[in-house]
Antibody, heavy 119, light 107 residues
Framework: QITLKESGPTLVKPTQTLTLTCTFS??????????VGWIRQPPGKALEWLAH???????RYSPSLKSRLTITKDTSKNQVVLIMSNMDPVDTGTYYC???????????WGQGTLVTVSS | EIVLTQSPATLSLSPGERATLSCRAS??????LAWYQQKPGQAPRLLIY???NRATGIPARFSGSGSGTDFTLTISSLEPEDFAVYYC?????????FGQGTRLEIK
């Protein structure tokens, strides 16, 4: 059974750096065909893909946010970490991590974690 | 970046009726399109992948069709639990993008 869960701060101040952790079970992020992505959703708005990491450590980023994002994995801990710098109130929203095989879509999602950016 | 445009923004129907949701891509995505359902306070759930394949556990009343730039999600007979927001998403290339969503509400 595949499960994912996001964790991190619920409140960050503008200009601060956000670090979110996705802890998963039911698979090992050690092969090229498996990956974990991060997707966010501002309150009442649509989903936005942020970043993706494959088991072979290939990484992909949203072009509009690439300068602010870093995605890494710790295979031994079954974790994927997303770092977003220079947070702004417009970055407020629910952040999800999701599992994806290279030839499919996001099949399994975490419950999401709400991050509020406010001074 | 491929832009996905969903229509209508809101669809008001009654239980038992047929729902037809549309997703149009700004360029061809072949059949690499998925549909997700999202209920309030919940994560999205994969319904349809690669345009027409139902994900595990998805009822047969949900079906997807289309290829290239025009795609349709059809719910043959609406159940009360189907009223939610639906998103399309492509995996044709990077960056992955989602549509803006269609809200399916009870009439």
């Amino acid at each position: 059974q595949i499960t994912l869960k996001e964790s991190g701060p619920t409140l960050v101040k503008p200009t601060q750096t956000l670090t979110l952790t996705c802890t998963f079970s039911g698979f090992s992020l050690s092969t090229r065909e498996l990956g974990v992505g991060w997707i966010r959703q501002p309150p009442g708005k649509a989903l936005e893909w942020l970043a993706h990491i494959y088991g072979d450590d290939e990484k992909r980023y949203s072009p509009s946010l690439k300068s602010r994002l870093t995605i890494t994995k710790d295979t031994s801990k079954n974790q994927v970490v997303l770092i977003m710098s220079n947070m702004d109130p417009v970055d407020t929203g629910t952040y999800y991590c999701a599992h994806r095989r290279s030839s499919t879509h996001f099949s399994y999602w975490g419950q999401g974690t709400l991050v509020t950016v406010s001074s | 970046e491929i832009v996905l445009t969903q229509s209508p923004a809101t669809l008001s129907l009654s239980p038992g009726e047929r729902a037809t949701l549309s997703c149009r891509a700004s360029q061809s995505v072949s059949n690499y399109l998925a549909w997700y359902q999202q209920k309030p306070g919940q994560a999205p759930r994969l319904l349809i992948y690669d345009a027409s394949n139902r994900a595990t556990g998805i009822p047969a009343r949900f079906s997807g069709s289309g290829s290239g730039t025009d795609f349709t999600l059809t719910i043959s007979s609406l159940e009360p639990e189907d009223f939610a927001v639906y998103y399309c998403q492509h995996r044709y290339n990077w960056p992955l993008t989602f549509g803006q969503g269609t809200r399916l509400e009870i009439k």
